[in-house]
């Protein structure tokens, strides 16, 4: 099975903002969603349909999606952000349900 | 609030079945279809399977179709996922998680249950 294309690991200094990638061919036809996991939790949904914030998430989460590549961004990266993220599409073709490899994100 | 509390985990061996439940409460269950996703150890998270809000339609990642079965019941606000045949390579975290309301995306999810697959 195919995963959309993340880099492993993402590295940023306090303070600082943080942009983590989502790579699929023409991904931007597609919604794109993003979800933050942290040790031994589940995961939680801080960017649905590109860009919209669930109620509670920060406004320093924000997404943009645009010809192959998606873009989650953290502005003022807080040591609390420190996470796994996944970005995830729905495959008309197939229908079927495609996540991303997964982007550890360290926090200096 | 959406609360999910998944059951029915377990040690299992390669070939054997088991069944797991997802509790649903906090919202009108019967409106939202439903997704399963696991989470191997220390890997990446995977799409598992899809019911819609009235059981009618269900959708499968190729690594389970044939072998998992997606269904609810409404009455009792109830998700579950039938594994027959498990593999060694089916050991993982099973969440169940809530469907957001314009797509597909998971707006809700429950803390997991880990299913190992060993003989």
């Known amino acids: 099975s195919y995963a959309l294309t993340q880099p492993p690991s993402v590295s940023v200094a306090p303070g600082q903002t943080a942009r983590i990638t989502c790579g699929e061919n023409?991904?931007?036809?597609?919604?794109v969603h993003w979800y933050q996991q942290k040790p031994g939790q589940a995961p939680v949904l801080v960017v649905y349909d590109d860009s919209d914030r669930p109620s509670g998430i920060p406004e320093r989460f924000s997404g943009s999606n645009s010809g192959n590549t998606a873009t989650l961004t953290i502005s003022r990266v807080e040591a609390g952000d420190e996470a796994d993220y996944y970005c995830?599409?729905?495959?008309?073709?197939?229908?079927?349900?495609?996540f991303g490899g997964g982007t550890k994100l360290t926090v200096l | 609030q959406v609360q999910l509390v998944e059951s029915g985990g377990g040690v299992v061996q390669p070939g054997r079945s088991l069944r797991l439940s997802c509790a649903a409460s906090?919202?009108?269950?019967?409106?939202?279809?439903m997704h399963w996703v696991r989470q191997a150890p220390g890997k990446g998270l995977e799409w598992a399977a899809f019911?819609?809000?009235?059981?009618?339609?269900?959708y499968y990642a190729d690594s389970v179709k044939g072998r998992f079965t997606i269904s609810r019941d409404n009455s009792k606000n109830t998700l579950y996922l039938q594994m027959n045949s498990l593999k060694t390579e089916d050991t993982a975290v099973y969440y169940c998680?809530?469907?957001?309301?314009?797509?597909?995306?998971?707006?809700?999810w429950g803390q997991g249950t880990l299913v190992t697959v060993s003989s």
């Open positions: 998680a809530r469907v957001g309301s314009s797509g597909w995306y998971a707006d809700s």
């Open positions: 019911i819609s809000y009235d059981g009618i339609n269900k």
């Open positions: 906090g919202f009108t269950f019967s409106s939202y279809p």
């Open positions: 995830q599409v729905y495959n008309s073709s197939g229908d079927r349900v495609v």
């Open positions: 023409n991904i931007g036809s597609k919604s």
